[in-house]
């Protein structure tokens, strides 16, 4: 079942013998792909949000595994050798590929390049799928000083071909700076 949070009704609460209630979850990104194919985001006007949300979730998968091989001490031998085998089989093409990759293409065609958060993403977007050059010349324009770090940070990642997805923490590592 899917719905919008902001949409549901809201409970007074249930009795001890009401029974089971449902915990609410996350959609994972497939999910997100499905409500999309369906149309339900496009009859919602929501469809930037829900591509937003399944790029994100995408990138958790990422995100899980660059967290275990920067924090060693915190996991295993055998977890960090999963970790960094699991990415090694990645690069920009296969980790952004079919759906995922239809999905960030979208995503792009309805974001407003006028707006520098938008704009942003939309760098960010092309460096993750390996379009280095053509996120640099987004990079090139003038953005506001509000976002100099980040913007900083992408063009690092950009000139070093870079096309894995980071947590803002391992961005600020050192040898982005």
């Known amino acids: ?8 009704s809201k409970s007074k609460g249930r009795e001890p013998n009401e029974g089971f209630v449902p915990r609410i979850q996350e959609p994972y990104d497939d999910n997100y792909y499905q409500i999309l194919q369906q149309g339900l985001g496009v009859k919602a006007g929501r469809e930037r949000t829900l591509r937003i949300r399944a790029w994100w979730r995408h990138n ?5 595994n660059l967290e275990v091989l920067s924090m060693p001490r915190l996991y295993s031998d055998e977890m960090k050798s999963l970790a960094q085998s699991s990415l ?6 296969t980790a952004f590929s079919g759906q995922s990759r239809e999905n960030l293409v979208a995503l792009m065609g309805l974001l407003d ?9 939309k760098a960010e977007a092309l460096r993750e799928l390996g379009e280095f050059e053509q996120a640099l010349q987004l990079l090139d324009r003038t953005i506001s ?5 980040m913007t900083h ?4 990642l950009c000139e070093a071909k870079d096309w894995c997805v980071h947590s803002r923490r391992l961005m600020q590592r050192a040898e982005y700076e």
């Open 145 to 149: 000083a509000d976002y100099a770090e």
């Open 1 to 8: 079942m899917c719905y919008w949070l902001d949409e549901a």
């Open 60 to 64: 958790d998968y990422f995100r899980h």
């Open 153 to 156: 940070l992408l063009r690092k």
């Open 88 to 93: 090694d089989q990645w690069n920009a093409e």
């Open 113 to 121: 390049e006028t707006n520098d958060t938008d704009l942003l993403m």
